[in-house]
Each structure stands twice: as structure tokens, then as C-alpha cells.
């Protein structure tokens, strides 16, 4: 009766996907992701680098019609046929407001690219080559087993398979998504839970790939269809596990909370 229950609910979840995009990624294998266009985890919010900042800055400026206008004023007021004022009762008055709003979007710039370099270089734990290692979030490629500490951000949109609380229950706070400061709760599928801890510990090593199909990238927080297929086994291969479960939003845990 349960191997019919989820056949049905994997094949729902199949169906719920074919009037969006599907993703497609392989779990725990780089190599086979590498035929994917998936982006990769680096956060890049900025706007400019030293070479685009002058011209695409100044472009921004002059979208505005304030700034067109007194542009024009300014080239008419060069031509001493044309105008009898000074050319410098326009010249400057534009070049003050080019040169503050350049200089406020520099600055503004500049501190984005210092929060994305904090995002980019904050440690994770990421299961590779049969073991845990420490990494920069930045560096996480889709596939990847992470590890999360108590209290730590996420550092990726993950899916969540175990939890060291019973049932691979866990709690979590998204303030920073929909403003609820209440803590909800996400729980593993029951196929998962348990595989990935020892005692309330993690397991130092195991054997795990895999295939996922979702839905892509959307704006529903509440919401989410796809499914997993996982082959797991121990670090010794005793006994190996099947596992195909359908992904649902009870199992995803959104970056940045």
C-alpha cells in the first residue's frame, strides 16, 4: 500500500511540472552536472566593476529627464550666438549633481560587493570525496551535500533530508523572506530521515548518489513539486537503499533564512 501511495504522489508531482520548466541535476556527482546550465552558488548583487562604472553609471544619470534637460541647457548656453549667459551657470550646477550622484553610487556599489564577498566566503560543510570537508558558500555546486549547524544560514536552497531531532524534524525562522519572525517547521521525507545521522550525529561517511527533477526557480514560498531518486549505502557497502521520494515545500530550505 505505501510502495502505491508513492508511486501515485511521484507520478503527481511528474504531472504538476510539465506546465513549468523542469530542473534536472544529479546528486553528489560534478561531473555528470557539468552538462547542465545551472548557475553556480556565487552571489553577485553589484551592479559595476571598475571598468563598467564610469560609462554605464553616466548612462543611468541621463536616463533621467532632469538630467537630459539641463545637459541641453548647458550645450545651448555654450554658443554665444544662441545665449548671452555664462556657459558656467550651467556647466557647473549639472556637474555637481553628476559628480554626488556618481560618487553616492560608488559607494553604494562598493558595499554591495563587500556583502557579497561576506555571503560568497561564509564557511559550509560540503560531503566530498567520501568526506566531510570545509568550504566558502560561494564555491557549492548543485548536487552537493551540506551539512547545516543549529542557527547557521542556509547557505543554498536546500532539500531537506535528515535532522538530528526525531523524524528529520527541524525549525526554522523566514523573517527575511515573508517578515514572520514564528518558527515553522520542515521535516525530511521518512524514506530520508534517519539515513544521515548516528545518535544525533552525522555519519562521517556513506556512499550516495542520485537523480532530482523539480519544478525551476519561482516566487512561491509554500509551494513545491519534484522528486528524488537516491542510492545509499554505508561507508562500508553492506546493505545498499533505493530510495524515490516525491520533494514537496515541507522538504525545502530557501537561502537566507
Same mark, same amino acid.
Request: hydrophobic share 35%; aromatic share 8%; net charge neutral.
Given at each position: 500500500?505505501?510502495?502505491?501511495?508513492?508511486?501515485?504522489?511521484?507520478?503527481?508531482?511528474?504531472?504538476?511540472?510539465?506546465?513549468?520548466?523542469?530542473?534536472?541535476?544529479?546528486?553528489?556527482?560534478?561531473?555528470?552536472?557539468?552538462?547542465?546550465?545551472?548557475?553556480?552558488?556565487?552571489?553577485?548583487?553589484?551592479?559595476?566593476? +571598475?571598468?563598467?562604472?564610469?560609462?554605464?553609471?553616466?548612462? +543611468?544619470?541621463?536616463?533621467?529627464?532632469?538630467?537630459?534637460?539641463?545637459?541641453?541647457?548647458?550645450?545651448?548656453?555654450?554658443?554665444?550666438?544662441?545665449?548671452?549667459?555664462?556657459?558656467?551657470?550651467?556647466?557647473?550646477?549639472?556637474?555637481?549633481?553628476?559628480?554626488?550622484?556618481?560618487?553616492?553610487?560608488?559607494?553604494?556599489?562598493?558595499?554591495?560587493?563587500?556583502?557579497?564577498?561576506?555571503?560568497?566566503?561564509?564557511?559550509?560543510?560540503?560531503?566530498?570525496?567520501?568526506?566531510?570537508?570545509?568550504?566558502?558558500?560561494?564555491?557549492?555546486?548543485?548536487?552537493?551535500?551540506?551539512?547545516?549547524?543549529?542557527?547557521?544560514?542556509?547557505?543554498?536552497?536546500?532539500?531537506?533530508?535528515?535532522?538530528?531531532?526525531?523524524?528529520?524534524?527541524?525549525?526554522?525562522?523566514?523573517?527575511?523572506?515573508?517578515?514572520?519572525?514564528?518558527?515553522?517547521?520542515?521535516?525530511?521525507?521518512?524514506?530520508?530521515?534517519?539515513?544521515?545521522?548516528?545518535?544525533?550525529?552525522?555519519?562521517?561517511?556513506?556512499?550516495?548518489?542520485?537523480?532530482?527533477?523539480?519544478?525551476?526557480?519561482?516566487?512561491?514560498?509554500?509551494?513545491?513539486?519534484?522528486?528524488?531518486?537516491?542510492?545509499?549505502?554505508?561507508?562500508?557497502?553492506?546493505?545498499?537503499?533505493?530510495?524515490?521520494?516525491?520533494?514537496?515545500?515541507?522538504?525545502?530550505?530557501?537561502?537566507? +533564512?
Amino acid at each position: 500500500m505505501d510502495k502505491e501511495n508513492k508511486s501515485k504522489s511521484s507520478n503527481k508531482s511528474r504531472d504538476s511540472m510539465t506546465n513549468s520548466k523542469k530542473y534536472e541535476f544529479y546528486i553528489n556527482n560534478r561531473l555528470m552536472n557539468l552538462q547542465f546550465t545551472h548557475k553556480s552558488n556565487t552571489i553577485n548583487q553589484s551592479k559595476y566593476n +571598475i571598468i563598467t562604472f564610469l560609462p554605464k553609471a553616466l548612462l +543611468i544619470q541621463f536616463m533621467r529627464l532632469a538630467n537630459i534637460y539641463f545637459l541641453i541647457i548647458a550645450i545651448v548656453q555654450l554658443i554665444p550666438i544662441i545665449s548671452p549667459l555664462t556657459p558656467l551657470t550651467a556647466i557647473v550646477p549639472i556637474t555637481f549633481v553628476l559628480t554626488v550622484s556618481l560618487i553616492r553610487e560608488g559607494i553604494e556599489d562598493y558595499n554591495r560587493h563587500v556583502y557579497d564577498d561576506q555571503l560568497n566566503n561564509e564557511p559550509v560543510t560540503v560531503f566530498r570525496d567520501q568526506s566531510w570537508i570545509q568550504d566558502r558558500s560561494g564555491d557549492l555546486l548543485i548536487g552537493e551535500i551540506v551539512y547545516v549547524k543549529q542557527n547557521d544560514p542556509f547557505p543554498s536552497d536546500l532539500i531537506l533530508l535528515d535532522s538530528n531531532l526525531t523524524d528529520g524534524l527541524c525549525f526554522i525562522e523566514t523573517a527575511t523572506l515573508d517578515g514572520e519572525k514564528t518558527l515553522k517547521n520542515k521535516i525530511a521525507n521518512k524514506s530520508t530521515a534517519g539515513c544521515f545521522n548516528n545518535g544525533g550525529n552525522k555519519i562521517e561517511s556513506f556512499n550516495l548518489n542520485g537523480y532530482c527533477v523539480c519544478e525551476g526557480p519561482n516566487s512561491e514560498l509554500y509551494r513545491f513539486d519534484g522528486n528524488l531518486d537516491l542510492n545509499f549505502s554505508d561507508k562500508n557497502q553492506s546493505k545498499e537503499t533505493k530510495i524515490s521520494v516525491p520533494i514537496e515545500a515541507k522538504q525545502i530550505l530557501l537561502k537566507g +533564512i
